[in-house]
């Protein structure tokens, strides 16, 4: 799997070695990490990734990312995706940038690449959480497409759907 290239950033699919790095929290000769990464989140992450390794393959391109500025390769956060798509085709996401990039659309912007490669893939519904306090986060989601579904005491729940396929001129076309 390819890195996937936006304006500002790289979407680096993480390999298991990179994963375990992240993991032991050891930067490898060559490695550009901005200061606070990884984050807890990203160890999880990171683990996780491991974890569909070690059971099912490595699997990408519904695995874990390296979010990394283009501009210098810095590594300032991670993506990805919770695991395979289920039965139906969905699939959940998350997100999460070092402090010093917060604010700057990075997190948006990975999402949208993030949401398009899920839809290249014949992905139909992508979900995302946060907390109710984490409203960066929120608008993060809504930026990105995805829309308020519903929420309990703790989280409010994002969600993107796309048709399976497109009606055209009396057929359908796969989307």
Known sequence: ????????LIL??????EARRVVARAEGDGDR???????????ESATDFLNHCAVTGNPQPFGAYEIRRRADGTVIGGLGF???????????????????????GY?????????????????????????????????????????????????KYFEIVW????SVGGGTLPV
Do not use: C, F
């Open 1 to 8: 799997m390819s890195d996937l290239i936006t304006d500002r």
């Open 12 to 17: 680096h699919p993480m390999t298991a070695d």
């Open 33 to 43: 990490w901005a200061p606070g990464y990884p984050t807890d989140g990203d160890v």
């Open 82 to 104: 919770h695991g395979p798509p289920s039965a139906d085709r969905t699939v959940t996401i998350g997100y999460g940038l070092v402090a010093a990039a917060r604010g700057q």
């Open 107 to 155: 997190a948006t912007e990975a999402l949208r690449e993030l949401l398009r490669l899920a839809r290249e893939y014949g992905i139909s519904r992508v979900k995302g959480d946060a907390d109710h306090d984490n409203i960066a986060s929120q608008r993060v989601m809504a930026a990105a497409g995805m829309r308020l579904v519903g929420e309990d005491e703790r989280v």
């Open 163 to 166: 048709p399976t396929a497109l």
